[in-house]
């Protein structure tokens, strides 16, 4: 049950109450940003909570047990940290959220209601919806490994170990022309058709310096990207974009020359297999396969 501080409760026992709602939300990179649906900004914790995001609080559902609780959170764009590119980069992606009910007449007198993740983000215009996700929602996560035929390691990382620095494995391109989802480039003449995709684009100069993007698919002079660019890019801007791998074993050999370090088990039987019986001829005779 939760403890309501004391002189909190003793306000909310008045007919009159002067209760307002506060935002803390803090990024994975330590930026922390207050909010609240009062008329003036409120400070307490170290936080200063802005009353000019406009932000306001939709029904939030939350239940006994581990089933995920949510809700939702509405606000407008604006240019106190609260960015549309930063919000298509991702950087408040999973950002932690804390919700109080505060006095604000004396600050002092709060209760924080919930702890969540913002989820799902949707933009409209100048303003944007986000999900709020109760922490519960991090036991659907996958934990440990699972046993399936592709591989479960990123490409580049400790598991991998394939060394993405190498120049056959990565280009450095500028941009010719470019659309939200797709980048016409040059620099890229050397590397046959698809083999950046599912690859990381890194920009390193332009309005999108220091952005990455995952590659959808990559045709020619062509990368197509799988989510919008934060900011328009324009003739000149350079990046670089390294090789990707569709986590099959045949590729990890044949394109990384790295199949002592596959992560998955390319040997399993797969659906047809598994539920296979023997016919009684040569091929389907009950006997292992691996003997």
């Known amino acids: 049950m939760r403890q309501i501080p004391s002189e909190l409760a003793a306000h909310l026992a008045f007919e009159a109450t002067t209760l307002c709602h506060c935002w803390r939300a803090t990024r994975r990179d330590g930026v922390v940003l207050g909010f ?81 993740e913002i989820g799902e ?44 620095g190498n120049a056959l494995l990565r280009g450095e391109g500028a941009v010719v022309s470019a659309t939200r989802f ?46 919008g660019l934060p900011s328009e890019a324009a003739a000149g801007d350079e990046f670089v974009v390294t090789a990707g791998c569709d986590k099959r074993f045949r590729t990890c050999r044949e394109r990384f020359a790295n199949a002592a370090n596959f992560r998955g088990f390319p040997h399993m039987p797969g659906t047809d297999r598994a539920l296979g019986y023997p016919a009684g001829d040569e091929e389907h005779d009950g006997g292992s396969y691996f003997q």
């Open 36 to 116: 609240t649906d009062h008329d003036e900004d409120i400070a307490f914790d170290g936080t200063l909570f802005r009353a000019s995001s406009g932000l306001q609080a939709a029904e939030a559902s939350a239940s006994l047990g581990l089933a995920v609780g949510g809700g939702e959170v509405a606000g407008a764009l604006g240019s106190d940290g609260l960015t549309e590119e930063d919000l298509s980069a991702g950087s408040w992606d999973c950002a932690k959220v804390e919700i109080f009910m505060v006095n604000w007449k004396l600050p002092d007198q709060r209760l924080r209601l919930r702890v969540g």
């Open 121 to 164: 983000v949707r933009r409209m215009g100048a303003a944007f919806n986000a999900e709020l996700r109760s922490m519960a929602h991090r036991l659907d996560a996958r934990q440990g490994r699972l046993f399936v035929a592709t591989c479960d390691a990123g490409l580049g990382d400790a598991r991998c170990g394939v060394d993405l």
């Open 182 to 227: 797709e980048v016409v480039a040059s620099g890229l003449g050397g590397f046959e058709e698809r083999w950046f995709d599912g690859g990381m684009l890194t920009w390193t100069s332009g309005g999108n310096e220091g952005r990455r993007c995952e590659v959808r698919q990559h045709r020619g002079d062509r990368l197509g990207l799988w989510q």
